[in-house]
């Protein structure tokens, strides 16, 4: 076929995902190779529609994140994930990633691990190449390492392998296997000062980082077995642990990242005297201040009502554990 007419795409959809067991730092920056490995869970309700068309009548590629034109960094890293299709599909088509959210950029949910998890199953779908759950979710990983975990469903563990080939995530439990439910706390909708990528190069400045990640198989350990048994009090104290940890190694890089707002500190204050007087909900916090209170899903209702009025708290959105990534339509055509 000539180029020119070459016209493929497809639309998946994807979830992000919250760590229990954190990933910070890689041993390798450029395939995104984790030091450690990591636990989380999809959230449900929460999701990124992306739309990859390959036209051959393109001179570049192109991306629109929630209808706006975009280019600088996140461009590099859609391309970064279209070259690597255009490699395994043996073709140097350029493409439109349209990109959609359902919930707001600025308030503070991670969209790059839906995002990626998207494009990586779109591109893939729109060039009809077969690639299983592993290959998508390494392929993902190579845009945002946490999108690797939004491929597979439910409850799902990223192993750090030894290479590129095999350092991607599979599920551990699947989405209905504990009713669990991420009461996520807005405080703030400031955009971050240092994302994620940045942090996670930073992350082996710290001196506390080797003995974070030289401990990391001890919590993911319980953290798994503490899912599978449906322990929440092992849960709570490892989740909150394993937070504490990824924290104090954020504070103490050069420089240093200070992630928390005082009401950060107020909301986990809360959940830790709650869960003294037997609430099952525990705190974690990724690379901004939003505070993710873990609970069970028939508690929610308390746990909304006990930080709803805390100083700061302007949303509290409810997100149950989410399905895998998935193709929504597929049109390719010849
Ligand atoms: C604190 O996956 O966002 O949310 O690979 O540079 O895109 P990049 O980083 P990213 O880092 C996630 C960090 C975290 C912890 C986690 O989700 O495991």
């Given amino acids: 076929m000539e180029i020119q007419k070459f016209s493929h795409s497809a639309t998946a959809l994807a979830h992000p995902n919250i760590a229990f067991i954190k990933y910070w730092g ?17 959230l449900e309700g929460l999701d990124t529609r992306t739309r990859v068309h390959f036209d051959g009548s393109l001179r570049l590629d192109e991306l629109q994140i929630d209808g706006v034109p975009t280019g600088g960094e996140s461009l590099e890293r ?67 390492g946490s999108a690797c975990r939004s491929i597979p469903g439910g409850f799902v563990e990223w192993v750090t392998g030894t290479g590129d080939l095999d350092s991607f995530a599979a599920s551990i439990a699947p989405q209905g296997y504990w009713d669990l439910q991420d009461c996520i706390v807005l405080l703030s909708s400031e955009p971050k000062t240092i994302g994620s990528s940045l942090g996670n190069k930073l992350a082996g400045t710290s001196p506390f980082q080797a003995s974070r990640v030289a401990d990391t198989p001890r919590r993911l ?33 050069c420089p240093p990242l200070f992630y928390w707002l005082p009401e950060s500190l107020t909301v986990m204050q809360a959940v830790r005297v709650a ?24 508690v929610s ?14 949303e509290v959105r409810l997100a149950k554990a989410g399905g895998p990534a998935r193709l929504v339509d597929n049109s390719a055509q010849a």
């Fill in 26 to 42: 890689n041993r390798d920056d450029a395939l995104r190779l984790p030091a450690n490995g990591s636990i989380s869970m999809n």
């Fill in 301 to 314: 209702g308390d746990v909304v009502k006990l930080v709803e009025n805390l100083p700061g708290v302007r």
């Fill in 275 to 298: 869960r003294a007087a037997g609430l099952h909900a525990c705190y974690t916090i990724d690379a901004g201040p939003n505070v993710h209170i873990i609970c069970e899903a028939l």
């Fill in 221 to 253: 350990s319980i953290c798994r077995k503490s899912i599978l048994d449906r322990d929440f009090n092992a849960f709570a104290t490892i989740v909150e642990e394993d937070s504490n940890l990824m924290h104090s190694v954020m504070r103490t890089s």
């Fill in 78 to 144: 859609v391309k970064r994930v279209l070259d690597e299709v255009r490699r395994l599909a043996v073709m140097q088509v350029f493409a439109t990633v349209d990109s959609q959210n359902n919930f707001p950029l600025g308030v503070g949910i991670a969209s790059s691990a839906s995002g990626f998890a998207a494009l990586a199953l779109s591109a893939s779908g729109a060039v009809g190449i077969d690639m299983d759950e592993s290959s998508l979710s390494r392929l993902a990983r190579l845009g945002s």
